[in-house]
């Protein structure tokens, strides 16, 4: 069982940054795949980016690629997301999610999900 808590959203203009943390509960977070998922007001969850266990793999969407940046720490059972140069499309509530097995896009496919994060970019 994990359990996951996000933090760190806010309102924030647009070019600007931001840090989301996830912290986990459960003594094996590390074997876990991670990944951020977003859900704009109207519109679908979608995903952001994903992380193996290990940290050596990483997935983006193409929308966040080379400005988001997925991370993690197993030593503090967290897991980040970098966000530079904000847009207004940007804005949505952010969740991470958890899954055992291989790195994955779906949402579907990951078991454990936190309660999510609002971030909101003004133009």
């Known amino acids: 069982q994990v359990q996951l808590v996000e933090s760190g959203g806010k309102l924030v203009q647009a070019g600007g940054s931001l840090r989301l943390s996830c912290a986990a509960s459960g003594r094996t977070f590390s074997t876990y795949d991670m990944g951020w998922f977003r859900q704009a007001p109207g519109k679908e969850r979608e995903f952001v980016a994903a992380i193996s266990w290990t940290g050596g793999r990483t997935y983006y969407a193409d929308s966040v690629k080379g400005r988001f940046t997925i991370s993690r720490d197993n030593a503090k059972i967290s897991v980040y997301l970098q966000m530079n140069t904000l847009k207004p499309e940007d804005t949505a509530v952010y969740y991470c999610?958890?899954?055992?097995?291989?790195?994955?896009?779906?949402?579907?496919?990951?078991?454990?999900w936190g309660q999510g994060t609002q971030v909101t970019v003004s133009s």
């Open positions: 999610a958890a899954r055992s097995g291989s790195i994955r896009r779906q949402q579907v496919d990951y078991d454990y």
